[in-house]
Structure formats: structure tokens, C-alpha cells
């Protein structure tokens, strides 16, 4: 890669992470991190000024002139990437930014894969465990180039497979009956470990379903769990015109709403989201958050 550019490993290194420099919205709080992050960094709009910075990195520790184009399409390159796996998972991104606050997602990988990490871990570690053994017996070390492809093609693989895995459950929990009727929307979530089980959400008139979805084994759609859907209320409505809640229904794909009756005072209620099944690496968070608001 050097070859190409002067630090060319670096700069894809730093561009590839660059996007996420919006961690710094968390000093503002859980709401305003959750509010920023894959916002206007992470947008297809901004990533060509995110690439200058790693370029700017490599200039000061080069310490002398680059080849400034060929740097910032390295680091055009690296960047480009982090959007496109965040957008395969099921946190999903914020593309359009600033323009547009529509979240795209795939909703085919773990936000925290086991096999995506397993791959890549072990290109990283090669080289340093066969320059050990290498040591040992005092023979030339292999460089781990070939192995880091190899965990490149796997995850591209990889990501393909669950993609088509994910269309299949899309279409098993679409094709069948709930309730009577045809569902008004269905999704899968993916499961960390084992690509052919997927967790199944189906939106009904009235209704919501969970499913546990196996690729491998027949489909039964009474077998999910059901949680209906409250009436209108005014503790629904207060509840959505918080500030915390207006975020957090900006951000979560599915809510559940619970509107649980109190004995004091008299005729009022506790209304809460349930967060969205899609969203769990942030649901215990927001509602400890959100998720008793009393009105």
C-alpha cells in the first residue's frame, strides 16, 4: 500500500475510524450522543471532508511533502467504508445528513459480530504469533498479508450470505397470517452468533409479535409472543411531547407503549416506550431514561 501512498496503512487506519470522532457528543450526555452519533460525520455528504484529517495526520508525522491526491483517495477509500458496514447492522446511519435525518440500515449484522470479529482478530494476531514461533525455530516469519485478505474476502462473504439470509426471513415472517390478517410490517433482527436465527417483529392491526426465527426448521407463526398495542391517551401524548421521548422515538425503529393506570392521583397513568427490538445495544440506557415518564 505504501506503494501507493506514504503511510498508506495509517491513513486508512485513521480514516476508516474517523466518522466516529462524534463520540465527543457524549460530553453533552446520553441524549445528546444518541441524538449526534452516525449523524453528519457518518453522511456520504460529509466523508469527503472527514478525509482530509487522516491526510494531515500522515503530512505531520511524514514530516515532509505527500503526494496529497493520492493520500486523500487512500483516505477517501477508508473512509467510505465505515458508513457502509454501519449501515449494514442494525444500529443503522444517517446517510443524507444534514439534509435528510432518515436512517438507512441493513439490519443483516450484529452491531457486535462474533464472526466478523473472530476473522479479523486473527489476521491481526497472525503476523505477531508467526514471527514468535519464527523466532523459536529461526525460520522467516510469514508477513500475514495473505491471511489478511483472506479475512477480507470472508467478511464480504460473510455479509453477503447474512444479507440473503436476512431477505429469507424477511419473507418467511411476510408470508404468513397474524391474527386473521396479512401483517402491516414485519423485520429480523440478527442474532450474534448463529446467522440462521433471527428474531422476528411483526407489526399487526393493533398488535405486535415477537418471534424466534430458525432458517433451518418449519415456521409457526402462533408461536410468538403478542403485545397489543394501547388505546390512545393523554398520558401517551404527554409522553410523546417530552423532549427525551421525541428523541428517542426519532431514533428506535419499533416501540412498544405501555399505559399503566396509578392509584394516586386519581386517573392518572404511567406511560412508557418500550424500546425497539432492533435497538438493544442502547434499550436498557434509554429506558432508565425514558422509559417512566409520569404524567
Known sequence: MNRIAPHAGLILMLAANA??????????GSLSYLNWHRDVTHSILAIPLVAILPVLVARLVARRPIPWLRCY??????????????W????????????????????????????IWMALGLALVWPWLSRLVSSEIGAKPAPGRGLAIAALCFVAAY???????????????????YAGAAPVRVAAAPNPVNPFRWTG?????GFWMLHDVNLLEEFDPALGRTYYKPEPSPALE????????????????YVYWRVIPLDNPEGGATSGGDGSALRAS???ALHRRCGGARR
Open 88 to 115: 449494514t447492522n442494525v444500529y443503522g446511519v444517517r446517510l443524507l445528513a444534514p439534509v435528510s435525518r432518515e436512517w438507512f440500515r441493513g439490519d443483516f449484522t450484529y452491531v457486535f459480530d462474533v464472526w
Open 201 to 205: 417483529i411483526v407489526e399487526g392491526d
Open 282 to 284: 442502547h434499550r436498557a
Open 73 to 86: 483517495l487512500v483516505s477517501l477509500a477508508g473512509a467510505a467504508t465505515h458508513p457502509l458496514l454501519d
Open 238 to 253: 404527554a409522553a410523546r411531547s417530552s423532549k427525551e421521548f421525541q428523541q428517542y422515538l426519532d431514533f428506535a425503529q
Open 19 to 28: 466518522p466516529d470522532l462524534d463520540i465527543v457528543t457524549a460530553a453533552g
Open 159 to 177: 455479509d453477503a450470505g447474512r444479507f440473503t439470509l436476512h431477505q429469507r426471513a424477511l419473507a418467511v415472517l411476510d408470508s404468513r397470517i
